[in-house]
């Protein structure tokens, strides 16, 4: 008899505990993460969530007492899709926060539903500077083409480049960097000979590098998504830009780490400006880097998996500041002004535009331990996005 | 001047290579085979996976990538494409993009989405100066290759018992079939040899194209745009043809870049206004 009542009793005890847990999960936050996962920039969207990935395994999936779910969804790099996601993310699956976003169109498409659910979106990826101004609720980790692309207009301007060609794929990001480089670069007294825009779908670099070559500048200047820009860099190569003396600076873009390594010594001495590179000597990204390899089979972590781990960051960062209130307007209250160190760096939340403040690197493509390395050799501390200090 | 006309000339030969494969489907066979670009991507990716997973030098990766897409084009002609002969264009059409749809996911899933490289020996790489003509090696070599093949897939088609046997079976199945010609068995080699082309073409491709999972899409209007100028009932049509729209597409690109993309294009219309059915058409067809 007394065992019966004490096994009843167990059970009893049993039971409450397992009421328990489900009390304390039911406070679940969930992120809807909104990619390419497949399409032409699915390597984008496997580099922002493996590194949203890796931070959670880093910090764990509790903050202020909540648990964190995230819920990766594709869009295959289209935005009508982004957007239906996003509604449904929203209304159907109850996700409190939205995150990602690979390219500026997709950033854009969200931004209405955003506004309207007060729903806070983390940009992770996509660098148009005009994307945050489209929502009062769109902050972001990655970093801005006119941010990055005008320390290199003040590196040549002061590294004795006179006569510069800019060569640019013709849409909205490539414009942007075209536009902040020539600005900067010709406020500090150099020279742009010519202006090439390269149509996105474009087969063949020949007769824009034959133009660049026969225009005879001191260095040529490069926006290409990363993906054409390997193939740009091995053309660059055999059409012996190098050796008849033009050097190749570009945004850190075409030097992408996920893809530098197998582009092999063409890709050598290009000196590009960006905000991450593997090679960041700091110990927040030594163990960043480590615990990514570790995760994610060996993968190299480039910029767009640092824009998906600091977006993670944020987002954790600001719940702790909310004690876990996620609605939008206490949420984003607690973005503004945020910083941390990110394995890229010091980097803060511009309380006036939510867009990120950090500093950009110059680096140059060297071998180290038989790996290719962007190897950073000058620091521009804190700059903001030129492009909406600008327009103030 | 001389340098853009090479690039020019280089640049058309490739996109002959990757393209005169269709021109023997789709115009020898009359079968519309928009997955023309599957196969071509199957070669490259057969050389990148030869090169970088194994060490294997370029020059062995070009035939083994002929052979591959060859056999894959053997297999799927006997189990698919064969069913289809006789059925409407409407059906290739909607069947063959299918295929390219399941070759970019299957391809993304296996490969990842990333763009491939290659890394050629360095006797290919570089340029070297001929008479103040920068003469770029791998564009050379392209031209080479695709000079003498060309040339072999024109003797094939007009000089040997093969060509005249496949001739016959496209023009009247089934009279061709009446005179003992094996006909499933011809279209069968023929496809297998159209696709092995497309997948020397991807393989060539590679290293100047460049090679990810979107490529059967983002390459097929080119193939379509070569085979539709150079009419599909001979090999020299769009030779020539694929000549004409490298050049002009280089050219345009490096004298006017501002309108340079729309030049082959442009062209195409000219082209199709004048000759409706293409350079060489025979007849009305």
Redesign the interface.
């Known amino acids: 008899m007394l065992n019966r009542r004490m096994l009843i009793a167990a059970a009893g005890v049993a039971l409450s505990c397992l009421a328990a847990i489900p009390a304390a999960a039911q406070e679940t936050i969930k992120i809807g993460l909104i990619l390419p996962m497949t399409g032409p920039f699915a390597s984008t969207g496997r580099q922002v969530s493996a590194g949203a990935k890796t931070f959670m395994v880093m910090k764990g999936d509790t903050v202020a007492g909540k648990k964190i779910e995230l819920v990766i969804r594709d869009d295959a790099g289209t935005a009508d899709q982004t957007r239906r996601i996003a509604q449904e993310l929203v209304v159907n699956d109850g996700a409190k926060v939205l995150a990602g976003f690979g390219l500026t169109p997709l950033a854009m498409a969200v931004a209405p539903v955003a506004t309207q659910a007060k729903i806070p979106s983390v940009v992770m990826a996509a660098g148009t500077a005009s994307i945050t101004k489209a929502s009062e609720y769109i902050t972001r980790t990655s970093g801005t083409l006119p941010q990055y692309s005008l320390p290199v207009g003040t590196w040549a301007a002061a590294n004795k480049i006179k006569k510069v060609v800019t060569l640019v794929s013709d849409y909205g990001p490539g414009i942007d960097a075209e536009k902040w480089f020539t600005k900067e670069f010709k406020a500090k007294g150099g020279e742009i000979v010519e202006a090439v825009r390269v149509p996105l779908a474009n087969p063949d670099f020949a007769p824009f590098l034959q133009r660049v070559r026969d225009a005879k500048p001191d260095a040529v200047f490069v926006f290409l998504p990363s993906g054409a820009g390997s193939l740009f860099m091995k053309q660059f190569a055999d059409r012996g830009l190098a050796d008849a003396g033009i050097k190749l600076i570009a945004t850190g873009d075409v030097t992408d780490d996920d893809i530098l390594n197998s582009m092999g010594k063409p890709a050598i001495g290009t000196i590009t400006g960006h905000f991450y590179a593997t090679a960041h000597d700091s110990p927040e990204n030594k163990a960043y880097v480590a615990a990514f390899k570790k995760a994610n089979a060996d993968m190299r972590p480039n910029f767009m998996s640092v824009g998906g781990f600091d977006g993670m960051a944020l987002i954790y960062a600001a719940l702790e500041k909310t004690k876990g209130d996620v609605t939008g307007p206490a949420f984003m209250a607690a973005v503004k002004g945020l910083s941390w160190t990110s394995p890229r760096g010091p980097v803060s939340i511009d309380p006036e535009t939510r867009d990120i403040i950090q500093n950009i690197y110059m680096r140059e493509v060297k071998d180290v331990n038989g790996e290719l390395q962007n190897v950073e050799f000058q620091t521009f501390k804190d700059l903001k996005d030129p492009e909406k200090a600008d327009a103030k | 001047m001389l340098?853009?006309l090479f690039?020019g000339i280089?640049?058309g030969m490739l996109l002959f290579i990757l393209a005169c494969g269709l021109t023997v489907t789709l115009g020898l066979m009359n079968f519309i085979n928009l997955a023309h670009g599957a196969f071509a991507m199957a070669g490259g990716y057969v050389t990148v996976v030869m090169m970088?997973r194994y060490g294997i030098s370029f020059y062995w990766c070009l035939p083994a990538a002929f052979i591959v897409s060859a056999l894959i084009g053997l297999v799927l002609e006997r189990t698919l494409y064969q069913w289809l002969y006789q059925a409407p264009h409407l059906d290739q059409v909607l069947f063959s993009i299918g295929i390219v749809f399941m070759a970019i996911?299957a391809t993304?899933y296996f490969m990842?989405?990333?763009?491939?490289?290659i890394?050629l020996p360095p006797e290919l790489?570089?340029?070297m100066d001929v008479f103040g003509v920068?003469v770029?090696r791998?564009r050379l070599f392209t031209i080479i290759v695709c000079a003498a093949l060309a040339l072999a897939l024109q003797l094939i088609l007009s000089k040997t018992r093969f060509g005249s046997r496949l001739r016959a079976a496209v023009d009247d199945r089934r009279v061709a079939m009446g005179l003992g010609i094996n006909v499933p068995l011809v279209f069968a080699l023929t496809f297998a040899f159209g696709s092995g082309l497309a997948g020397l073409g991807g393989a060539m491709g590679a290293?100047?194209?460049?090679l990810?999972?979107?490529f059967p899409l983002?390459?097929m209007i080119?193939f379509l745009i070569v085979v539709s100028v150079g009419g599909t009932s001979t090999v020299s049509g769009p030779f020539l043809a694929a000549l004409l729209l490298g050049i002009a597409?280089?050219?345009?690109?490096?004298y006017v870049?501002?309108i340079?993309?729309f030049v082959i294009y442009a062209l195409m219309i000219v082209m199709l206004i004048v000759r409706p059915n293409g350079l060489f058409s025979r007849g009305g067809r």
């Not at chain 2, 290293?207 to 460049?210: A, D, F, Q, S, T």
């Not at chain 2, 597409?249 to 490096?254: F, Q, R």
């Open positions: 340098t853009i690039d280089a640049y970088n996911a993304d990842g989405g990333q763009q491939q490289l890394n790489s570089g340029r920068g770029g791998y290293e100047i194209l460049g990810d999972p979107n983002k390459f080119y597409d280089v050219a345009g690109k490096y870049p501002a340079g993309p």
